[in-house]
C-alpha cells in the first residue's frame, strides 16, 4: 500500500450562529469587567437568564463532527454528501482558509485548489504580471513560474495579449488564462470543488480532465461534486458526509448508493431558492437569460406525492422565467438510478407541438411533462433537470426528485431468478400452444 | 509502516499565543514584491498626473498651516522658515497615517482572497507598508528641493549628523504603522465601529504631536505625557536632523523605541490569533 498523505485526525469544526459578539468593544468590555467582579453581565438576554442556559452555550452549530479519515498517495477520493453536509468547511480546513475548533491534520507535500482560479487578478496589470502575481499567491517562487511562464501562455492560447491589461481581456481569455495558471502549479494534492467551480460545462470538463491527468501522474486529488456519474467514473474511493458526521468511508459504488437514498424521497416540490442554490451548468451570473422557479411532481389529479405505482402516470410541471426571447429553449429531463447511472432522457422537442411554439417571448411559462404509465419498474429512481438556451446557457439541476415506484400487478415470481431494473415497461405477451398445432 | 516520515504540515486546532512563522513569511517574498507592485501599479494607471497626486496634498496642508497657526494663531516654530517646519512634520506624520490607516482594514478588504486561498497574511500589511515608502520618497523629494532653497538662501537652518538616523526614523515609523494597523484590523473582524474610531483618533493623534507646534512649547509638566507618544520623538528627531532645531532627548527616543516594539508586537499576537479564524466571523 503506498504512503498515507493526509491524515486527518477527530477533526471538528463549530460555528456560532446568529450574532457573534455584542457588537460593540463598549458591551464587551462591560461584560467582561462584570464577570471579572462575578456580578450579573448587563447584556445578557433576559430569556437567556430565565431559560438557565449560558451564554455560550446556546446557537452553536457543529459544521462537522470528530472526523477522520486518511487518504494515500495517488487516490482519487470523492467527498460526497448534501448541501450542508460540511464538505465545503472541510475543504476550507484542508486549505487552511481556516482553522479547525479540534482535532489535527497532517499533509505531506503542497495543496492547492481549482476553487482558486483567477484569485487575486487585477483588472490593471496585463496578463504576465498577473500571471506571476497568481502563481505567487497559489505558493509558486518566482522561477518556478519563469520556467513555466511559456507553457502557461500557450495553454491558455493568449500569446498575443500578454502584455495587455487583462481588463481588456474577454471573459473566456481571462478564464483559460486563470485555469492555465492553476493547471501548471503541480501540486502534490490537488483539491477540485465542483460546487465552487463557477464557469462554462467545458470549463468543467477541462477541470476534471485536468484531475485524471494528475492522478495518473501519482499524485493525489481530493474531489467535491454532486454529480454521482462524474464521482464514480474518477474515485477509488469516497466518504459520505451527513450533518458534519462522517457516515461512510471506503467503496466508490456503496458511497453513492448510500448517499442518493437518503431522505429526499419526500420532496415532491422543489422552490426557486433550493433550485438557484445547487444550479450548475453554464450559467451567466449577471444577466440571467432563463431560470427555473418552480418544480413539482403528482400525479395526474394534481396530488403532490414521492411513490407511485408503475401502472400510474407521473406529472412533472416545471415554471421557468425567460428573460429575454428565447428562440431556442429546451427542456431536459435524465432519470436515474439509485447508483446514479442514466437510465432514460426526455426533451421537450421531442414533442413536435413544443417546436410550434418557439421563440419564447420574455415571460414565466410552465411547461409539464407527462410520463407514460407502464414504464418503471420496482425501485428508487431520481430526476435531474435541464433548461437549455441554445449555447447561451444551460441551468441543470443535478439533484432533483428521488421518488419509489411499486410495480403493479406485482408480478408473484422467484426473487432470486429476477433481479429488479428501473425500466420495466409493459410489453405485449402471447402464448399460444403449437403443439396443438403440430398434431 | 513509514509512515512516521515527517510531515510538510500540520493544521492544529489551537495554537499559542505568539505564533508567526517569519520563515515562512520569507518564503513568500517573492509575493510581497508583486503585491508592492499590484498596489502601485493599480494606483498610478489611467491617472494624468500619476505620483503628483502625493506632492500637492502634503504642499497645500504646510501651506495651510503655516497661515493658520503661523500667521493667525503665531505658534512659534523654533525660528525655522514655517513652511519648511510644517512640511517636516506632515511628511513625516502623512507616511505613519497611511501605513495605519492602509493597513487596518486589511482582513476586511482582502476577505475574497483570503476566502479562497492561504498564505501567510501578515504578507499584505507589510507589502502595504513598504508600498507607502514609495509615496513617501515623492514627498520626501519634494521636501529636499524646498529645503534646499532655504539652504541656499541662508535661512538659519543647519543640517547635522543625526541625517544619518532618518533611514532609521523610517524603519520606526513602517513599524509603529504596521503594528497600530494591524491592531487594529484585527479588532475590526470583530468591532466593526473600530473603523470610525480610527477615523477620528488619527485626527486628535495628530494633534498630540509636535507637529503644527514644537516640542520647546509645550509646558514642562506635560513633558512627560507628550513623550508617551512614540510619534513626538520621531518627529522631532527627523526636524531636528534637517532643521538643527528642537529639543530632542535621549530617554525619549529609547521610550519612544520601547513603546513601538511593545505596539509591534501587541500587533503581531494579536494578528496572529485572528488570522487562523476570522473567516468565520467576518
Same mark, same amino acid.
Given at each position: 500500500m503506498s504512503e498515507i498523505v493526509i491524515k486527518v485526525e477527530n477533526i471538528s469544526k463549530l460555528y456560532r450562529l446568529g450574532i457573534i459578539s455584542h457588537n460593540t468593544l463598549y458591551q464587551d468590555i462591560q461584560s467582561k469587567w462584570a464577570r471579572i467582579r462575578g456580578a450579573?453581565?448587563?447584556?445578557?438576554?433576559?430569556?437567556?437568564?430565565?431559560?438557565?442556559?449560558?451564554?455560550?452555550?446556546?446557537?452553536?452549530?457543529?459544521? =462537522?463532527?470528530?472526523?477522520s479519515f486518511d487518504v494515500r498517495k495517488g487516490? $482519487?477520493?470523492? $467527498?460526497?454528501?448534501?448541501?450542508?453536509?460540511?464538505?465545503?468547511?472541510? %475543504?476550507?480546513?484542508?486549505?487552511?482558509?481556516?482553522?479547525?475548533?479540534?482535532g489535527k491534520i497532517k499533509i505531506k507535500g503542497r495543496i492547492a485548489s481549482l476553487l482558486e482560479v483567477g484569485t487575486g487578478f487585477h483588472p490593471e496589470l496585463t496578463g504576465r504580471e498577473?500571471?506571476?502575481?497568481?502563481?505567487?499567491?497559489?505558493?509558486?517562487?518566482?522561477?518556478?513560474?519563469?520556467?513555466?511562464?511559456?507553457?502557461?501562455?500557450?495553454?491558455?492560447?493568449?500569446?498575443?495579449?500578454?502584455?495587455?491589461? +487583462?481588463?481588456?481581456?474577454?471573459?473566456?481569455?481571462?478564464?483559460?488564462?486563470?485555469?492555465?495558471?492553476?493547471?501548471?502549479?503541480?501540486?502534490?494534492?490537488?483539491?477540485?470543488?465542483?460546487?465552487?467551480?463557477?464557469?462554462?460545462?467545458?470549463?468543467?470538463?477541462?477541470?476534471?480532465?485536468?484531475?485524471?491527468?494528475?492522478?495518473?501522474?501519482?499524485?493525489?486529488?481530493l474531489f467535491v461534486s454532486h454529480n454521482m456519474n462524474a464521482v464514480k467514473n474518477l474515485c477509488g474511493k469516497v466518504i459520505l458526509l451527513e450533518a458534519g458526521n462522517l457516515v461512510y468511508e471506503g467503496d466508490t459504488h456503496k458511497g453513492i448508493a448510500q448517499y442518493v437514498n437518503e431522505d429526499r424521497i419526500e420532496t415532491t416540490t422543489l422552490d426557486e431558492e433550493y433550485l438557484n442554490s445547487i444550479m450548475t451548468g453554464l450559467i451567466l451570473e449577471r444577466n440571467p437569460t432563463i431560470r427555473f422557479q418552480q418544480i413539482t411532481i403528482s400525479d395526474m389529479n394534481g396530488n403532490e406525492r414521492a411513490t407511485f405505482r408503475s401502472d400510474e402516470e407521473i406529472k412533472i410541471t416545471m415554471r421557468y422565467r425567460c428573460y429575454t426571447k428565447v428562440t431556442n429553449l429546451r427542456l431536459l429531463i435524465t432519470?436515474?438510478?439509485?447508483?446514479?447511472?442514466?437510465?432514460?432522457?426526455?426533451?421537450?422537442?421531442?414533442?413536435?407541438s413544443e417546436l410550434v411554439s418557439m421563440p419564447r417571448e420574455p415571460g414565466t411559462y410552465e411547461t409539464i411533462c407527462r410520463f407514460q404509465k407502464n414504464i418503471f419498474g420496482e425501485g428508487h429512481i431520481f430526476f435531474t433537470f435541464g433548461l437549455i438556451n441554445g449555447d447561451l446557457?444551460?441551468?441543470?439541476?443535478?439533484?432533483?426528485?428521488?421518488?419509489?415506484?411499486?410495480?403493479?400487478?406485482?408480478?408473484?415470481?422467484?426473487?432470486?431468478?429476477?433481479?429488479?431494473?428501473?425500466?420495466?415497461?409493459l410489453m405485449s405477451w402471447r402464448t399460444k400452444n403449437s403443439l396443438r398445432e403440430i398434431v | 509502516m513509514k509512515e512516521e516520515t515527517e510531515w510538510t504540515m500540520e493544521i492544529h486546532s489551537r495554537s499559542g499565543w505568539f505564533n508567526i512563522d517569519l520563515a515562512e513569511l520569507w518564503r513568500y517574498r517573492d509575493l510581497i514584491v508583486l503585491f508592492v507592485r499590484r498596489e502601485?501599479?493599480? +494606483?498610478?494607471?489611467?491617472?494624468? =498626473?500619476?505620483?503628483?497626486?502625493?506632492?500637492?496634498?502634503?504642499?497645500?496642508?504646510?501651506?495651510?498651516?503655516?497661515?493658520?497657526?503661523?500667521?493667525?494663531?503665531?505658534?512659534?516654530?523654533?525660528?525655522?522658515?514655517? +513652511?519648511?517646519?510644517?512640511?517636516?512634520?506632515?511628511?513625516?506624520?502623512?507616511?505613519?497615517?497611511?501605513?495605519?490607516?492602509?493597513?487596518?482594514?486589511?482582513?476586511?478588504?482582502?476577505?475574497?482572497?483570503?476566502?479562497?486561498?492561504?498564505?501567510?497574511?501578515?504578507?499584505?500589511?507589510?507589502? $502595504?507598508?513598504?508600498?507607502?515608502?514609495?509615496?513617501?520618497?515623492?514627498?520626501?523629494?519634494?521636501?529636499?528641493?524646498?529645503?534646499?532653497?532655504?539652504?541656499?538662501?541662508?535661512?538659519?537652518?543647519?543640517?547635522?549628523?543625526?541625517?544619518?538616523?532618518?533611514?532609521?526614523?523610517?524603519?520606526?515609523?513602517?513599524?509603529?504603522?504596521?503594528?497600530?494597523?494591524?491592531?487594529?484590523?484585527?479588532?475590526?473582524?470583530?468591532?466593526?465601529? %473600530?473603523?470610525?474610531?480610527?477615523?477620528?483618533?488619527?485626527?486628535?493623534?495628530?494633534y498630540a504631536t509636535p507637529i503644527v507646534?514644537?516640542?520647546?512649547?509645550?509646558?514642562?509638566?506635560?513633558?512627560? =505625557?507628550?513623550?508617551?507618544?512614540?510619534?513626538?520623538?520621531?518627529?522631532?528627531?527627523f526636524r531636528f536632523a534637517f532643521l538643527g532645531s528642537g529639543m530632542i532627548q535621549s530617554w525619549q527616543i529609547v521610550l519612544s523605541l520601547i513603546i513601538t516594539a511593545f505596539i509591534l508586537f501587541l500587533g503581531?499576537?494579536?494578528?496572529?490569533?485572528?488570522?487562523?479564524?476570522?473567516m468565520d466571523t467576518v
Open positions: 450579573e453581565d448587563p447584556n445578557t438576554q433576559i430569556d437567556q437568564l430565565n431559560s438557565g442556559l449560558k451564554n455560550n452555550e446556546c446557537e452553536c452549530f457543529w459544521a =462537522l463532527k470528530n472526523i487516490e $482519487i477520493l470523492g $467527498i460526497i454528501g448534501r448541501n450542508g453536509a460540511g464538505k465545503s468547511t472541510l %475543504l476550507k480546513i484542508l486549505s487552511r482558509v481556516t482553522a479547525p475548533t479540534e498577473n500571471v506571476f502575481l497568481n502563481g505567487a499567491i497559489l505558493g509558486m517562487t518566482k522561477q518556478e513560474i519563469n520556467e513555466k511562464f511559456d507553457d502557461i501562455v500557450a495553454f491558455a492560447e493568449v500569446e498575443k495579449f500578454i502584455d495587455t491589461p +487583462v481588463k481588456r481581456y474577454s471573459s473566456g481569455m481571462y478564464v483559460r488564462l486563470a485555469f492555465a495558471v492553476a493547471a501548471h502549479l503541480e501540486p502534490e494534492i490537488l483539491i477540485v470543488d465542483e460546487v465552487l467551480a463557477v464557469g462554462d460545462a467545458r470549463f468543467q470538463k477541462k477541470c476534471i480532465g485536468k484531475m485524471g491527468e494528475v492522478a495518473g501522474e501519482g499524485r493525489t486529488v432519470v436515474l438510478d439509485s447508483e446514479g447511472n442514466r437510465i432514460m432522457n426526455t426533451l421537450n422537442y421531442d414533442d413536435e446557457e444551460h441551468v441543470t439541476i443535478q439533484k432533483g426528485f428521488h421518488i419509489k415506484i411499486s410495480f403493479y400487478p406485482y408480478s408473484s415470481c422467484n426473487e432470486k431468478l429476477f433481479e429488479f431494473v428501473n425500466i420495466r415497461p | 502601485f501599479v493599480a +494606483v498610478y494607471k489611467q491617472t494624468i =498626473l500619476g505620483p503628483a497626486w502625493f506632492l500637492l496634498p502634503p504642499l497645500f496642508t504646510a501651506i495651510v498651516f503655516a497661515i493658520i497657526f503661523g500667521s493667525i494663531a503665531r505658534i512659534p516654530t523654533d525660528g525655522q522658515p514655517p +513652511v519648511l517646519f510644517y512640511l517636516a512634520g506632515i511628511i513625516a506624520w502623512t507616511y505613519f497615517s497611511n501605513c495605519m490607516t492602509a493597513t487596518s482594514n486589511t482582513f476586511i478588504a482582502n476577505s475574497g482572497i483570503f476566502g479562497k486561498v492561504y498564505f501567510p497574511r501578515l504578507v499584505i500589511p507589510v507589502s $502595504i507598508v513598504i508600498v507607502n515608502i514609495f509615496s513617501f520618497l515623492i514627498q520626501f523629494g519634494l521636501f529636499l528641493i524646498i529645503y534646499l532653497y532655504y539652504l541656499i538662501s541662508g535661512a538659519p537652518i543647519s543640517p547635522n549628523i543625526w541625517l544619518c538616523l532618518v533611514p532609521f526614523l523610517l524603519i520606526q515609523m513602517a513599524a509603529l504603522g504596521l503594528g497600530m494597523g494591524i491592531l487594529v484590523s484585527s479588532l475590526t473582524t470583530r468591532y466593526r465601529d %473600530l473603523t470610525f474610531a480610527l477615523g477620528c483618533g488619527i485626527q486628535l493623534w495628530m507646534y514644537p516640542l520647546s512649547q509645550v509646558p514642562h509638566q506635560w513633558i512627560w =505625557l507628550i513623550s508617551l507618544n512614540p510619534m513626538t520623538a520621531v518627529v522631532e528627531s503581531i499576537l494579536f494578528f496572529s490569533k485572528v488570522e487562523r479564524s476570522f
